[in-house]
């Protein structure tokens, strides 16, 4: 039916390097002389430039790069709305702080809540055994398109509240299926790398964004809101977000295949080793179990106690900009700081977790994002300081986003893989969610600077407190290998029987 029917339903094979037991293919190579990061040929067998391209091709499989076309497309429509509706609604509609970290907290819960259901949903198998993971992201997609041309009709904030909540709702019903499926397609010894790849090409589109949004308010002729006046700019950049996220829909729906096999899986074999039979129908509640996984558990325990006191990126941007006195009109270019720097950093960062742990650099993009919150509230200020603070926040992201989705999907087996994800990201979600209230809170009784300053405290104590939790002894955090699968990674993986 769709272009991606069309190609081959299985996930890339694993490297016969990668493969315990397996030496050298009978090309002229000598043995095996330890890990290999690609299934390029070795020196004599070809230039080793064509060795690191095909590393490289073997690392990141073409599912994962469609999929990055479509977040960046999707996240270009997304980013259009958001990076000029906290101006709009605080300084055009009079909302208060405190109404405003509600709204904002809305964005965070209404994902989080379907979430779990995302992810239960996409890996329930449909009469052809294959798992949902694009058909409920195709949905989660879709309803999301829908939403952007509905802000041309809502003036309220109720309503523009209800759209907002419709909008994160599709939001969270894709989120776990998505990741599912770069984690099913990828090599578990690149996972870093690839959720990197796919984290920079969703921040490339953050980056175009508020900069398309900044043109079509300045080809439509319409200012900024200060006064709740012309909205002809707004209604041009909420039009011109729905026809992006259509394309978004389509690119999924033509060049995502269907089927996907998890990485490393022998052909005939089921989906991971001691997997539960196939005509096994998940329950909700055996998500949940899942928790009793140890390594997800502390993944999770550390993602709601960091989410509690990460403010939100649109707080953050107030504050740097009120702390300037930016004119308001370059409000929405504050985002390219921090995508920028996501954008560039995100690759390295992925594939550097790969090496050392992706547990342990989780913890240092939060030490990072404690250091942005100490240049904000330091007396130092210009727009260096600024700048210093933007790519201290877009550097947090390239160390945390992708990366804890990686560590998450080393944790459970293929056939549970968005449910897993899915309770991860929910903690994390529900967890910024009552950040936002409490921010929010604490901006409008005492103001931004010292809720600023009580949120980084409180940052320290929860980066010392993660790495407690995630802190155990070394025979438990030797990784464990699946029988037949590829190398574990040096993660502290821990995958059920």
Same mark, same amino acid.
């Given at each position: 039916?769709?272009?991606?029917d069309?190609?081959?339903?299985? $996930?890339?094979?694993?490297?016969?390097?990668?493969?315990?037991?397996?030496?050298?293919?009978a090309?002229?190579?000598?043995?095996?002389?330890?890990?290999?990061?690609?299934?390029?040929?070795?020196?004599?067998?070809?230039?080793?430039?064509?060795?690191?391209?095909?590393?490289?091709?073997?690392?990141?499989?073409?599912?994962?790069?469609?999929?990055?076309?479509?977040?960046?497309?999707?996240? +270009?429509?997304?980013?259009?709305?958001?990076?000029?509706?906290?101006?709009?609604?605080?300084?055009?509609?009079?909302?208060?702080?405190?109404?405003?970290?509600?709204?904002?907290?809305?964005?965070?819960?209404?994902?989080?809540l379907?979430?779990?259901?995302?992810?239960?949903?996409?890996?329930?198998?449909?009469? @052809?055994?294959?798992?949902?993971?694009?058909?409920? $992201?195709?949905?989660?997609?879709?309803?999301?398109?829908?939403?952007?041309?509905?802000?041309?009709?809502?003036?309220?904030?109720?309503?523009?509240?209800?759209?907002?909540?419709?909008?994160?709702?599709?939001?969270? %019903?894709?989120?776990?299926?998505?990741?599912?499926?770069?984690?099913?397609?990828?090599?578990?010894?690149?996972?870093?790398?690839?959720?990197?790849?796919?984290?920079?090409?969703?921040?490339?589109?953050? %980056?175009?964004?508020?900069?398309?949004?900044f043109?079509?308010?300045?080809?439509?002729?319409?200012?900024m %809101?200060? @006064?709740?006046?012309?909205?002809?700019g707004?209604?041009?950049?909420?039009?011109?977000?729905?026809?992006?996220?259509?394309?978004?829909v389509?690119?999924l729906l033509?060049?995502?295949?269907n089927?996907?096999?998890?990485?490393?899986?022998?052909?005939?074999?089921?989906?991971?080793?001691?997997?539960?039979?196939?005509?096994?129908?998940?329950?909700?509640?055996?998500?949940? $179990? !899942?928790?009793r996984?140890?390594?997800?558990?502390?993944?999770?325990?550390c993602?709601?106690? !960091?989410?509690?006191?990460?403010?939100?990126?649109?707080?953050?941007?107030?504050? +740097?900009?009120?702390?300037?006195?930016?004119?308001?009109?370059?409000?929405?270019?504050?985002?390219?700081?921090?995508?920028?720097?996501?954008? /560039?950093?995100?690759?390295?960062?992925?594939?550097?977790? @790969?090496?050392?742990?992706?547990?342990?650099?989780?913890?240092?993009?939060?030490?990072? %994002?404690? !250091?942005?919150?100490? /240049?904000?509230?330091?007396?130092? @200020?210009?727009?260096?300081?600024?700048?210093?603070?933007?790519?201290?926040?877009?550097?947090?992201?390239a160390?945390?986003?992708?990366?804890?989705?990686?560590?998450?999907?080393?944790?459970?087996?293929?056939?549970?893989?968005?449910?897993?994800?899915?309770?991860?990201?929910?903690?994390?979600?529900?967890?910024?969610?009552?950040?936002?209230?409490?921010?929010?809170?604490?901006?409008?009784?005492?103001?931004?600077?010292?809720?600023?300053?009580?949120?980084?405290?409180a940052?320290?104590?929860?980066?010392?407190?993660?790495a407690?939790?995630?802190?155990?002894?070394?025979?438990a955090?030797?990784?464990?290998? $699946?029988?037949?699968?590829?190398?574990p990674?040096?993660?502290?993986?821990?995958?059920?029987?």
């Amino acid at each position: 039916m769709y272009v991606a029917d069309s190609r081959s339903s299985k $996930a890339p094979v694993a490297p016969a390097e990668t493969r315990p037991g397996r030496r050298e293919a009978a090309d002229g190579a000598g043995p095996a002389d330890g890990p290999r990061t690609g299934d390029g040929p070795r020196a004599g067998d070809g230039p080793r430039a064509a060795g690191r391209r095909t590393a490289v091709r073997a690392a990141v499989p073409g599912t994962v790069v469609a999929l990055g076309v479509v977040s960046l497309v999707t996240d +270009v429509s997304s980013e259009m709305v958001s990076a000029v509706l906290p101006l709009y609604l605080l300084t055009g509609l009079g909302l208060s702080p405190l109404g405003f970290g509600l709204l904002d907290g809305i964005q965070n819960g209404f994902s989080a809540l379907v979430r779990l259901l995302g992810g239960h949903l996409a890996d329930r198998r449909g009469r @052809d055994g294959a798992p949902r993971h694009k058909a409920v $992201a195709a949905v989660g997609y879709g309803l999301s398109a829908l939403c952007k041309p509905l802000l041309l009709l809502v003036h309220t904030v109720p309503l523009i509240g209800a759209v907002v909540a419709v909008d994160r709702t599709g939001k969270g %019903l894709r989120t776990a299926p998505r990741d599912a499926m770069i984690s099913l397609a990828t090599e578990p010894a690149h996972r870093g790398r690839a959720f990197g790849v796919h984290r920079a090409m969703d921040t490339a589109g953050a %980056l175009l964004g508020p900069l398309t949004a900044f043109l079509v308010l300045r080809l439509a002729g319409g200012p900024m %809101l200060a @006064d709740g006046g012309q909205q002809q700019g707004y209604h041009a950049v909420f039009a011109v977000s729905g026809c992006v996220a259509v394309l978004g829909v389509l690119v999924l729906l033509l060049f995502v295949p269907n089927r996907l096999a998890a990485a490393g899986t022998p052909e005939g074999a089921g989906p991971s080793s001691g997997a539960a039979p196939s005509d096994a129908r998940p329950r909700l509640r055996d998500g949940l $179990a !899942l928790l009793r996984v140890p390594g997800l558990r502390r993944l999770t325990v550390c993602a709601v106690l !960091l989410g509690l006191t990460t403010v939100s990126d649109s707080f953050l941007y107030l504050l +740097v900009q009120r702390r300037l006195g930016l004119a308001v009109e370059y409000f929405p270019l504050l985002p390219l700081g921090t995508a920028g720097a996501f954008l /560039l950093l995100a690759v390295p960062l992925g594939a550097l977790a @790969d090496r050392i742990g992706r547990r342990r650099l989780f913890l240092a993009g939060h030490g990072v %994002l404690l !250091l942005a919150y100490g /240049l904000l509230l330091s007396p130092l @200020d210009g727009p260096a300081a600024v700048v210093c603070v933007l790519l201290l926040h877009g550097s947090f992201y390239a160390a945390t986003d992708g990366v804890l989705a990686a560590a998450a999907a080393d944790t459970v087996p293929a056939e549970r893989r968005g449910a897993g994800l899915a309770l991860v990201g929910t903690g994390q979600a529900l967890a910024r969610f009552a950040c936002s209230l409490a921010f929010g809170a604490l901006w409008s009784a005492v103001g931004g600077t010292t809720a600023l300053t009580w949120s980084a405290l409180a940052l320290a104590g929860c980066v010392t407190g993660a790495a407690f939790v995630l802190h155990e002894p070394a025979a438990a955090a030797a990784p464990v290998a $699946a029988p037949g699968g590829p190398a574990p990674t040096t993660d502290d993986s821990e995958v059920p029987s």
